[in-house]
């Protein structure tokens, strides 16, 4: 059932540093749209980087003739809090995102319009059959994914080319954290998620840097889950054990044999105490600051300018 907008789907882009890609990836989703005679729209949310690629963007807008909304952010928030600024400002009744490398041929998107009509699943993703990043990309990625399935209760596997219900991107937009990960907030509101092969192309250009997905799964990770707190009751456990352990034998050394206990066990029961309480501060404040980007409730994203028709 259509909306009175007449939008039935929004196809949302998180663009950066992507000009020489924006125009034909546009130009490809209007054509699979226009071949399945179904209204849609397109919304290409700049994510900061070079100007040149929002003048591009431009161009892309005035040359397109469908409803398109062009945004551009103040700065670089990244693609998941990009995404959700596109989520804002959609009016569909089904969301789906692509990104902006032509990594997925827009072709792909019937895949994930034809597995939500054989199921009804509220969530579809599309999965590559055989990735076409580097090494160390997909060695990054790979790992993002095993955080998220051992720590999130997640499936282990999904990608940024996805489709959504209205109803879920509603829940999704509730939420007020400075630090966004989509999938983990469409796994929190259904289970009802379907899996569909898609083709991934190689390209050089890349959003992530090995570095940023490192990033990203500490983000998770302490955003999320409350793993490092887990882990600092296991370590206090540990080197109370440890330390008991040592005092121990060091009595029963001083009262066996009259051996005087010296500066080293000192020193070493010290700085093993000390590196634990560090690291324990260190995990502390994480959190700290984290219930303090929320209290004072910073912004997920600012948009400079949009641009409609």
Not at 234 to 240: A, D, K, M, Q
Not at 285 to 300: A, D, E, F, R, W
Request: glycine share 6%; aromatic share 12%; proline share 2%.
């Amino acid at each position: 059932m259509e909306k009175q907008n007449n939008v039935t789907y929004s196809i949302i882009i998180p663009a950066f540093n992507s000009g020489e890609s924006i125009n034909q990836l546009c130009s490809e989703i209007v054509t699979v749209f226009n071949s399945i005679e179904s209204s849609f729209e397109i919304i290409i949310v700049n994510d900061g980087g070079k100007l040149s690629t929002w003048k591009d963007i431009e161009k892309v807008y005035h040359q397109l003739n469908c409803k398109i909304s062009i945004i551009r952010l103040s700065r670089n928030y990244g693609q998941h809090n990009a995404t959700l600024c596109g989520i804002k400002n959609s009016l569909g009744d089904i969301i789906i995102t692509i990104d902006d490398d032509l990594q997925v041929n827009p072709k792909e998107i019937l895949k994930l319009i034809g597995e939500y009509n054989s199921n009804n699943s509220e969530v579809v993703y599309g999965i590559y059959r055989n990735k076409k990043h580097n090494t160390i990309r997909n060695i990054g990625s790979s790992l993002l994914k095993r955080i998220a399935k051992l720590f999130l209760g997640s499936h282990g596997k999904g990608s940024s080319f996805r489709l959504f219900t209205a109803f879920i991107s509603k829940k999704i937009l509730e939420h007020s954290q400075s630090f966004i990960y989509i999938d983990e907030l469409l796994l929190w509101y259904t289970d009802n998620i379907s899996f569909v092969e898609v083709e991934h192309k190689r390209n050089k250009k890349s959003r992530y840097s090995i570095f940023s997905l490192l990033k990203m799964s500490i983000n998770i990770t302490t955003n999320y889950t409350a793993l490092p707190l887990k882990l600092i009751t296991y370590l206090g456990l540990i080197s109370s054990f440890l330390s008991f352990i040592l005092g121990i034998y060091f009595i029963h050394r001083k009262i066996f044999k009259d051996v005087p206990i010296g500066y080293t066990s000192i020193i070493v029961a010290v700085l093993f105490s000390a590196s634990i309480i560090l690291y324990s501060l260190g995990v502390l404040g994480q959190y700290i600051y984290k219930l303090y980007q929320v209290q004072n409730k910073k912004p997920t994203f600012f948009i400079k300018q949009k641009i409609s028709k």
